[in-house]
């Protein structure tokens, strides 16, 4: 069974910084496209970062020049570096794996950013 394992969550400052990481289990990890998604709460869940089997990446504009997504294909793992996060970054991070044709989710990893 495929498996997605976000790891890495929990409350900072704003203007701090946080590492996610997700572990990837039961597919073809270099053959797969990978995103994080987050979802605030009232809130749909929105994408945040993708990063493809050619390790191109995209950002969501709010994001952009403050997150970076890497890969880690011997590893298996995909990570989300955040730094000067703020408030509005609050929420629950899903990993995303999207392998021939079908996708995964993992089950989140919660996020807050607060004084």
């Known amino acids: 069974q495929v498996r997605l394992e976000e790891s890495g969550g929990g409350g900072v400052q704003p203007g701090g910084s946080l590492r996610l990481s997700c572990a990837v289990a039961?597919?073809?990890?270099?053959?797969?496209?990978m995103g994080w998604y987050r979802q605030a709460p009232g809130h749909l869940r929105e994408l945040v970062g993708t990063?493809?089997?050619?390790?191109?990446?995209f950002y969501e504009d709010s994001v952009q020049g403050r997150f970076t997504i890497s890969r880690s294909n011997p590893n298996k793992t995909v990570s989300l570096q955040m730094n000067s996060l703020k408030p509005e970054d609050t929420g629950v991070y899903y990993c995303?794996?999207?392998?021939?044709?079908?996708?995964?989710w993992g089950s989140g990893t919660p996020v807050t950013v607060s004084v």
């Open positions: 995303y794996c999207r392998f021939n044709g079908m996708e995964y």
């Open positions: 039961g597919t073809m990890f270099s053959h797969s496209d």
């Open positions: 990063i493809g089997h050619n390790f191109d990446t």
